[in-house]
Nanobody, 124 residues
Framework: QVQLVESGGGLVQAGGSLRLSCAAS????????MGWFRQVPGKEREFVAG????????YYADSVKGRFTISRDNAKNTVYLQMNSLKPEDTAVYYC?????????????????WGQGTQVTVSS
């Protein structure tokens, strides 16, 4: 298992950028695909981006494609989410999680070991 802690959230104006980090502790971080999800009150947690264990394959929700970039540094046990051209509709709590089941990267059911989340607020 891995334990995950997100950081880097905050308040930013529309059009601005933020970089989220997700630090992992535990064994075999590089053996896990990782994902970022987000959630707003009253809505289900939705997939944002995913990355394979070696970092070769990446996956994005259509709503963030071309604006967000997921990456990882296995030497630092950290996965990142670079968010550019932010929009008010990107406002949410962002969570990272480890993909523990052989299901598609966008499938929330594939993930476990969720972090506590970090708030991102984009003002218009």
């Amino acid at each position: 298992q891995v334990q995950l802690v997100e950081s880097g959230g905050g308040l930013v104006q529309a059009g601005g950028s933020l970089r989220l980090s997700c630090a992992a502790s535990g064994r075999s971080f590089s053996s896990y695909g990782m994902g970022w999800f987000r959630q707003v009150p009253g809505k289900e947690r939705e997939f944002v981006a995913g990355i394979s264990g070696g970092g070769i394959s990446t996956y994005y929700a259509d709503s963030v494609k071309g604006r967000f970039t997921i990456s990882r540094d296995n030497a630092k046990n950290t996965v990142y989410l670079q968010m550019n051209s932010l929009k008010p509709e990107d406002t949410a709590v962002y969570y990272c999680a480890a993909r523990v089941l052989p299901r598609p990267a966008y499938d929330r059911a594939a993930y476990d070991n969720w972090g506590q989340g970090t708030q991102v607020t984009v003002s218009s």
